[in-house]
């Protein structure tokens, strides 16, 4: 449920980048994107309670996570300088990002607050 995607697919499945136009979410379901980084710990202990909620959410929102030393513009783009960070992207709207390794209550409400409230 959860798909480790590296700059390429994150052209085509987010926002290409390599354009130069302003921020357009190119898909069609909202999807969480963490940003990590192997040597990272608390990455590691966030990727449990990412996994949760990808399972628990699965057909309503799409996870991705990129691995900031292997695709390390995609950080740039967002102007993030740590890891985790998590971005929440909808269709039409500018991503939300919040830093740092979520609870699973904490990330279940932000995903309800940004996906699925009205």
């Avoid at 480790?4 to 130069?20: A, P």
């Avoid at 959410?57 to 960070?85: C, M, N, S």
Wanted: charged share 25%; proline share 7%; aromatic share 14%.
């Amino acid at each position: 449920m959860i798909e480790y995607i590296g700059s390429e697919e994150f052209r085509e499945k987010i926002f290409d980048y390599t354009k130069g136009e302003d921020w357009n979410y190119t898909g069609d379901v909202p999807v969480i994107l963490n940003l990590f980084a192997t040597w990272c710990g608390p990455w590691r202990m966030f990727t449990p309670v990412l996994e949760e909620v990808a399972q628990e959410f699965d057909g309503k929102l799409k996870v991705y996570k990129v691995d900031t030393d292997q695709a390390p513009e995609i950080p740039h783009l967002f102007g993030t300088r740590g890891v985790p960070a998590t971005l929440f992207i909808k269709k039409g709207q500018e991503p939300a990002l919040v830093m740092g390794a979520l609870p699973l209550e904490t990330l279940r409400k932000a995903v309800n607050e940004e996906f699925f409230t009205s």
